[in-house]
């Protein structure tokens, strides 16, 4: 097939790894993997970097004819909350696309949103608030410390450090005041939830694989610290090899763990309409009781990241994962035959 991928701007990758370092590919590394492995699989891959024209994308259809867009921007304008935007405008050019469709990326992009819903569901989540820009900000009185402050749309751990968790209302407020001054977002104030850090991957549009549960272990941070996955957790490699952090198969969950998670899982991915892969992010407590913090749709895809990673114990290679991806972008058709 002819595949046109969509990479953000200066992410577009070389056509070779040869001679560059880890740090190097940072920006591209995901890209890189994805359409090695469409070419690898016999697809024709037409990459095009874009962020702020729709009108490029638009040319590039007219020109290349592809079967399906290859789905891997992450904002547009500069805005991840304009992604579904960009999804909405191939629905209306009738091109079938990889990944999540535009209402599950608004409702599972909102923290907020999410957890909402998955209340109403009678899933668990951690207890919440959200603090609006440009709002006076105080503690709900439902809610116990210790609290995460986190932002309310931002993906990747933005603005996540030792300091977003908070024990009483001086600090509630100068951390959400961070949030916005710095984050440039709403925040949310969730119930800190102690416990391991728990991702399961998910694959499907109505019919639902749910990849073995994969682990962040936090089990080494330094003394005091929370065991959460911050900015430097997720990508500063340095602080990862000094403080052992990594992510495997999560073993020894309590009895009947992992397929109850399996089970809610797949109530979110519906819940939030949800299509073509996610990550749903959980904290499970001591007891075995679980909660659901976030759920993300079009994870990174990276070759070496926790999603390929899961699908390979499922028993998935990244080439067979891609097709799949590609395989379920085809059979979306958002109510057109």
């Excluded at 560059?20 to 970097?49: N, P, Q, R, S, T």
């Excluded at 091109?95 to 209340?119: A, F, M, Q």
Aim: aromatic share 8%; charged share 25%.
């Amino acid at each position: 097939m002819r595949v046109l991928a969509l990479v953000g701007p200066g992410n577009k990758p070389p056509c070779s790894l040869d001679g560059l370092e880890a740090a190097d590919m940072a920006d591209w590394k995901m890209e890189f993997d994805v359409i090695a492995a469409l070419e690898a699989l016999g697809h024709e891959a037409i990459c095009l970097e874009t962020g702020h024209d729709l009108a490029q994308i638009r040319e590039a259809i007219a020109e290349h004819k592809p079967h399906i867009v290859f789905n891997m921007l992450e904002d547009f304008h500069g805005h991840v909350v304009f992604d579904s935007n960009v999804v909405a405008y191939l629905e209306l050019m009738r091109i079938p696309y990889t990944g999540c469709n535009p209402r599950g990326l608004v409702l599972s992009r909102d923290k907020g949103l999410t957890k909402k819903i998955c209340t109403y569901h009678r899933i668990p989540v951690p207890g919440f608030a959200v603090y609006p820009m440009g709002r006076r900000i105080r503690k709900n009185s439902k809610l116990q410390f210790p609290l995460i402050v986190k932002a309310l749309l931002e993906d990747a751990s933005a603005g996540i450090s030792g300091a977003s968790v908070v024990y009483d209302e001086v600090q509630l407020v100068k951390r959400v005041q961070f949030v916005h001054e710095n984050v440039g977002d709403h925040a949310i104030a969730e119930e800190y939830i102690e416990g391991r850090e728990i991702y399961l991957g998910m694959l499907g549009n109505d019919r639902l694989t749910a990849f073995p549960a994969w682990e962040l272990h936090l089990e080494n941070m330094p003394d005091g610290a929370p065991r959460i996955a911050t900015e430097s957790v997720k990508f500063n490699i340095k602080y990862q090899e000094k403080h052992e952090i990594l992510a495997d198969r999560a073993k020894d969950l309590p009895a009947g763990v992992e397929e109850r998670m399996a089970r809610i899982g797949k109530r979110v991915y519906r819940a939030l309409g949800m299509s073509g892969y996610g990550r749903l992010d959980f904290r499970v407590r001591p007891d075995g009781r679980m909660f659901l913090l976030e759920g993300n749709a079009n994870p990174d895809l990276t070759g070496d990241e926790y999603f390929a990673f899961s699908a390979e114990a499922y028993g998935l290679s990244y080439e067979a994962m891609i097709q799949r991806i590609l395989n379920l972008g085809l059979r979306y058709h958002a109510g057109w035959e």
